[in-house]
């Protein structure tokens, strides 16, 4: 599976963004998706994840209220509706596809996609 992240950019503290992945093969279809972020000088962390039928959706707590995720599986893409963004939120952001294990965890997470830049403007 090859994912291909785009929508990142520079938006002042307040905004927001909407990040898309799109998938190369229709089993992306059948697999749960992930995004996670990597600020400079950090490790990458979890940010949300939904599974294959769209029925189920996974936030961590600094995005929870303020992030959504969505998948078009007609499309072979996941989105992730960033609002009310933060400076804390500036990183490298990377969609992956989930394979086994816990949804937050990197490991679990087989294919990932080259990642987009949101920086935040304070």
């Known amino acids: 599976v090859q994912l291909q992240a785009s929508g990142g950019g520079l938006v002042q503290a307040g905004g927001s963004l909407r990040l898309s992945c799109a998938a190369s093969?229709?089993?992306?279809?059948?697999?749960?998706m992930g995004w996670f972020r990597q600020a400079p000088g950090k490790e990458r962390e979890f940010v949300a994840a939904?599974?294959?039928?769209?029925?189920?959706?996974y936030y961590a707590d600094s995005v929870k209220g303020r992030f959504s995720i969505s998948r078009d599986n007609a499309k072979n893409t996941v989105h992730l509706q960033m609002n009310s963004l933060k400076p804390e939120d500036t990183a490298v952001y990377y969609c992956?596809?989930?394979?086994?294990?816990?949804?937050?965890?990197?490991?679990?997470?087989?294919?990932w996609g080259q990642g987009t830049l949101v920086t935040v403007s304070s």
């Open positions: 992956a596809a989930h394979t086994i294990g816990p949804y937050h965890d990197t490991k679990s997470y087989d294919y």
């Open positions: 093969r229709r089993t992306f279809r059948t697999s749960t």
């Open positions: 939904i599974d294959w039928s769209a029925s189920s959706t």
